[in-house]
Structures are given as structure tokens and as C-alpha cells.
């Protein structure tokens, strides 16, 4: 056996064998990393390479339909009296205006440029998702969650639900854009009347499912408001559940508005619904498609991406998918 020379470490006899104190709480500690649940998410989700590749898409989309429109000057009408600039396709537009990001869509019936019509049409259809869905979510969740949670207002609200999901959707939106003005904020009472009931169905089915847990019931006898049990013991559980619906739901009302306005019941204003019904005749016209498939495949990109993005962000939500 070899021997170890103790002088060697330069430390005293007594600061080798010092005496360790024993202290029963820090015995007690359990050694574990931090956890902090959205660093979690965002690990989960950045870890795909498809997802940064969306993100970069939307940023794209978003950069276009809010920040372009700030520093292009776009005129509708700024071309109408001249009759050879309207209907053009992409290499007509630039061999007449010269080679401009302005025209590598064509021109419109007014002799407008396509591609700048779009992007501004898309904010304006994109804004009004966001705000749909930030109403319609937040109404949605909270009233779902105390239907869920109150038995006396399960029944009010059971009924009220029979009756109005009953109706359909589109309908109760067509009528009152018909009796009122066409405008943005019409369409957002439109899409907002109603449009938190099923989301609010959704949430209360959930949270009749977790109700009657143990903490929950231990919460209701301490005399906890059900408010609070509903925004506290509840909701942080339905992370995920949540980020599927606005994954569903903003997608769904810029569909919404493009199908509304190709049937002439949409805004008044320019946006995606709006320029896709001005361009319906150009969809069988030779030479003139660009006017109707540009704005569609705009929205069906616009949707597309939001959507997979969000259930992307829903999966990544789940604390299982952080193991």
C-alpha cells in the first residue's frame, strides 16, 4: 500500500481532520435543478427546426403586413385613368412601371399594384383575428371556467348554450354585418357575440373533469372565493389546452372574414376577403389570374402557419413533452 505524504496539500493538521458540523435541515434539502416552466416550453418548442422555420415565415408575413405599408406609398386609384395599366401580369407591370417589388404581382382592375393591395388587406385581416381572438378567448376561458366550476350556473349556462350553439354560427355574423354598417368593429361584435360560448363549452368540460380533485375540494372548504379557485387551482393546469384553441380560433376567423368578404358580406374596407371578391371575375380570365390567386394563397399561408405554430406551441406546452 502506498502511503500519501499529508504535507503536500501545505495544510495544517488541524485544518485536515476539522471537525464538520451536522446541521438536520440542510440534511433535509433535496438537491434538484431550477425549473422554470415557460424556459421548458420554449426548450421544447425552439427544438425543432420546422418551428424556427414558421416562426421566420410569420415574422415575414407580419413584417410585410405592418411595417411595409408604413414606407410604401400606395394609391388605388393612382393609375385609374390610364387603361394600360390595369389588368397586367407580373412581366407586363414591370416591362411598363420598371422593375419594382411594387409590381412583381401585377396590377389590379384599377391599375393598383397587386402585391401592395395584399399587405395592406393583411393587416387589416389580421388584426382582426387578433382581436377577435383576444375577446373571445378571454371571455371564453374565464366564463368557462366558472361554468364549470358553480353547478348553479352550469344549469343557466347549459341552456343558454342549447339554444344559441343550435343557431348557426355564420348566420348570427351575416345578419348583424346586414343590419349594421360593414366596418372593422361590426365584425368584431359579429364574431365576438357568440363566438365565446364554445369556447367557454370547451373550457367548462375540462375543468368538470379536474373539479372535484382533492386540492380543489380542500380549497372549497377553507371558503377560497371560486374565482379564485378557478383562476389559481384551474387555469395554470390548462396551459396547453388554451394555446390549442387560439391555435384553432385566429386562423379560423381570417377564414371567416376572406369567406365572408368573397361573398360580398364582408368589410368594407381593403382586406384579403375584400380584394378576393373584387378579383373573382379574374379567376377564369386568361392573363389576369395573379389578382385572384395572389390574396388566396397570402391567406391560406397567413392561416396555415398560425395554426401549425400554435399547436406546435400547444405540444410544447404539455409539461409531459419536458421530460
Known amino acids: 500500500m502506498q502511503s500519501i505524504d499529508l504535507n503536500q496539500f501545505g495544510l495544517s493538521e488541524e485544518e485536515l481532520f476539522s471537525r464538520v458540523d451536522h446541521n438536520e435541515l440542510d440534511s433535509e434539502k433535496i438537491m434538484a435543478p431550477r425549473y422554470s416552466y415557460w424556459n421548458s416550453v420554449f426548450r421544447v418548442f425552439f427544438?425543432?427546426?420546422?418551428?424556427?422555420?414558421?416562426?421566420?415565415?410569420?415574422?415575414?408575413?407580419?413584417?410585410?403586413?405592418?411595417?411595409?405599408?408604413?414606407?410604401?406609398?400606395?394609391?388605388?386609384?393612382?393609375?385609374?385613368?390610364?387603361?394600360?395599366?390595369?389588368?397586367?401580369?407580373?412581366?407586363?407591370?414591370?416591362?411598363?412601371?420598371?422593375?419594382?417589388?411594387?409590381?412583381?404581382?401585377?396590377?389590379?382592375?384599377?391599375?393598383?399594384?397587386?402585391?401592395?393591395?395584399?399587405?395592406?388587406?393583411?393587416?387589416?385581416?389580421?388584426?382582426?383575428?387578433?382581436?377577435?381572438?383576444?375577446?373571445?378567448?378571454?371571455?371564453?376561458v374565464i366564463m368557462g371556467a366558472i361554468w364549470g366550476f358553480s353547478k348553479k350556473i352550469d344549469i343557466v349556462m347549459m341552456e343558454v348554450y342549447n339554444i344559441l350553439a343550435n343557431v348557426p354560427y355564420i348566420l348570427i355574423v351575416a345578419v348583424l354585418v346586414m343590419i349594421l354598417t360593414s366596418s372593422f368593429w361590426t365584425l368584431v361584435l359579429a364574431m365576438t357575440i357568440t363566438g365565446w360560448l364554445g369556447i367557454a363549452y370547451f373550457i367548462r368540460t375540462q375543468v368538470v373533469i379536474i373539479r372535484n380533485r382533492e386540492y380543489n375540494l380542500a380549497s372549497r372548504c377553507l371558503g377560497t372565493p371560486l374565482l379564485k379557485i378557478a383562476m389559481r387551482n384551474i387555469l395554470p393546469f390548462m396551459t396547453s389546452v388554451i394555446v390549442t384553441l387560439a391555435a384553432t380560433e385566429i386562423p379560423s376567423y381570417i377564414s371567416m372574414e376572406v369567406f365572408l368578404g368573397f361573398i360580398g358580406m364582408g368589410l368594407s374596407e381593403m382586406s384579403l376577403g375584400r380584394l378576393i371578391y373584387e378579383a373573382e371575375s379574374a379567376m377564369v380570365t386568361p392573363g389576369w389570374e395573379f389578382e385572384f390567386w395572389s390574396p388566396v394563397v397570402i391567406a391560406s399561408i397567413i392561416t396555415v402557419v398560425l395554426y401549425v405554430v400554435g399547436q406546435n406551441l400547444a405540444d410544447a406546452s404539455d409539461p409531459r413533452t419536458h421530460m
Open 47 to 140: 427544438r425543432k427546426k420546422l418551428n424556427i422555420a414558421l416562426l421566420s415565415i410569420l415574422a415575414l408575413i407580419l413584417a410585410f403586413a405592418y411595417i411595409y405599408p408604413l414606407f410604401a406609398e400606395y394609391d388605388k386609384f393612382g393609375n385609374l385613368l390610364d387603361a394600360s395599366a390595369k389588368h397586367l401580369s407580373p412581366s407586363a407591370a414591370i416591362k411598363k412601371f420598371g422593375f419594382s417589388i411594387h409590381w412583381i404581382l401585377g396590377t389590379g382592375a384599377a391599375g393598383q399594384s397587386t402585391f401592395d393591395a395584399i399587405w395592406f388587406g393583411s393587416r387589416i385581416s389580421i388584426s382582426l383575428a387578433m382581436v377577435c381572438g383576444v375577446i373571445n378567448l378571454t371571455i371564453g
